[in-house]
Antibody, heavy 127, light 108 residues
């Protein structure tokens, strides 16, 4: 059974870089053509897609965050990471990693629903 | 960017009643690429429906989705106590992927 788990600092100072890691178990990031993604949810608010990537190299970001976001992968640890630079209080949120599930034949698609999700990790931006 | 609007914001119902939740898109969602999620406090969203009407694995048949174009509906035929939660729609027909603001279903 595929499981995802987010980890990283719960507190980041304004103007600094937020860094989170998603550890995948029960499946390999580098197998198949699956995408892997990040989504966030400010406290008491709705969900926002941050970006998705495929091991083969395709990476897509939400244009609203694109200038500040980098998603990378460490296949040796079966992990992928999120870096968000120049954070402000508006970046305070629960950050989720999740796997886009839309696949057909041997291909998978970035434009997809998400299933499964990690449990999420709260990151607060404050001095 | 496709903006999704959900209504009502809050739906107050009793167990056993039928719930009808609406999701409206600012432009047509291609190929009915719309999903629904359930979220309970402190938990990650749980996929219920994809492709506007296909139930995800393990989802009870009291949950059903319908619609196309710009208007989509999630129906819960008979509310169970565990169904009181917030429900989000998400479109994946066009990038960026976007979510609606949610509908809270609470106990009347």
């Amino acid at each position: 059974q595929l499981q995802l788990q987010e980890s990283g600092p719960g507190l980041v100072k304004p103007s600094e870089t937020l860094s989170l890691t998603c550890t995948v178990s029960g499946g390999s990031i580098s197998s198949g053509s699956y995408y892997w993604g990040w989504i966030r949810q400010p406290p008491g608010k709705g969900l926002e897609w941050i970006g998705s990537f495929q091991y083969s190299g395709n990476t897509y970001y939400n244009p609203s965050l694109k200038s500040r976001v980098t998603i990378s992968v460490d296949t040796s640890k079966n992990q992928f990471s999120l870096r968000l630079s120049s954070v402000t209080a508006a970046d305070t949120a629960v950050y989720y990693c999740a796997r886009p599930g839309f696949c057909g034949g041997t291909s998978c698609y970035m434009r997809s629903w998400f299933d499964p999700w990690g449990q999420g990790t709260l990151v607060t931006v404050s001095s | 960017e496709i903006v999704l609007t959900q209504s009502p914001g809050t739906l107050s119902l009793s167990p056993g009643e039928r719930a009808t939740l609406s999701c409206r898109a600012s432009q047509s969602v291609s190929s009915s690429y719309l999903a629904w999620y359930q979220q309970k406090p402190g938990q990650a969203p749980r996929l219920l429906i994809y492709g506007a009407s296909s139930r995800a694995t393990g989802i009870p048949d009291r949950f059903s989705g319908s619609g196309s174009g710009t208007d989509f509906t999630l129906t819960i035929s008979r509310l169970e106590p565990e169904d009181f939660a917030v429900y989000y729609c998400q479109q994946y027909g066009t990038s960026p992927l976007t979510f609606g603001p949610g509908t809270k279903v609470d106990i009347k």
